[in-house]
């Protein structure tokens, strides 16, 4: 089983629909979460961390469920700029890394 | 603050051929990690140094050299170019329990 994993997509959605990504990882123990957002030949960029009692911002709401291990990533009213691979980010068996799952990515569409 | 930087962004090696990639942060993270990104593919960590003087071999070290002789710099090392190098070039930094900082990308070429 991979440490991260994620459904790669890609989800094709029109523009101001919701869409939620969900991300399982394997290491009960860890302790940090976040999505990055990564845009074709450009860098990772943090998005979001994600708290273990949710949290959002502004369009955006990640949720982390230990029991069940994974977490979520709700993007409401999507627009084109949305249009990206999002990557579910937790910190491995090492407690200084971070671990990257494959990616989702999503295509916005007017 | 400049975060990461990484240079050159661009470059084309011939086979055989040697070069550094550069590295260098400004934010005083004892954390650093070199990743390669191939098209269509996630990243995959080459080398990490938890701080100056330590480094590590991470999931895909061969054919690669670092160094870290100083907190803010911390260059990946080719010395002999395989096409199999061909990859996007991704240098991060990291403090404590935050997340990570990228650099902008080295753009390897190997022909």
């Known amino acids: 089983r991979k440490e991260v994993e994620q459904d790669p997509g890609p989800f094709n959605v029109p523009e101001g629909a919701t869409v939620a990504f969900n991300c399982t990882y394997s290491?009960?123990?860890?302790?940090?979460f976040f999505w990055y957002r990564q845009d074709c030949r450009k860098e990772p960029k943090l998005l979001m961390s994600?708290?273990?009692s949710g949290n959002e911002d502004g369009r955006f709401t990640a949720q982390l469920n230990r029991a069940s291990q994974y977490i979520s990533l709700l993007i409401r009213d999507s627009k084109l700029s949305d249009s990206a691979t999002y990557l579910c980010?937790?910190?491995?068996?090492?407690?200084?890394?971070?671990?990257f799952g494959g990616g989702t990515r999503l295509m916005v569409k007017p | 603050n400049a975060g990461v930087t990484q240079t050159p962004k661009f470059r084309i090696l011939k086979i055989g051929q040697s070069m550094t990639l550069q590295c260098t942060q400004d934010?005083?993270?004892?954390?650093m990690y070199w990743y390669r990104q191939d098209p269509g593919m996630g990243l995959k960590l080459i080398y990490y140094?938890?701080?100056?003087?330590?480094?590590d071999k991470g999931e895909v070290p061969n054919g690669y050299n670092v160094s870290r002789s100083t907190t803010e710099d911390f260059p990946l090392r080719l010395e002999l170019a395989a096409p199999s190098q061909t990859s996007v070039y991704f240098c991060?930094?990291?403090?404590?329990?935050?997340?990570?900082?990228f650099g902008s990308g080295t753009r390897l070429t190997v022909v």
């Open positions: 980010v937790v910190n491995g068996d090492a407690g200084n890394m971070l671990t």
């Open positions: 994600v708290y273990s």
């Open positions: 991060a930094s990291r403090q404590g329990n935050g997340g990570y900082t």
């Open positions: 290491n009960s123990a860890s302790q940090s």
């Open positions: 140094s938890v701080g100056a003087g330590i480094t």
């Open positions: 934010m005083n993270h004892n954390y």
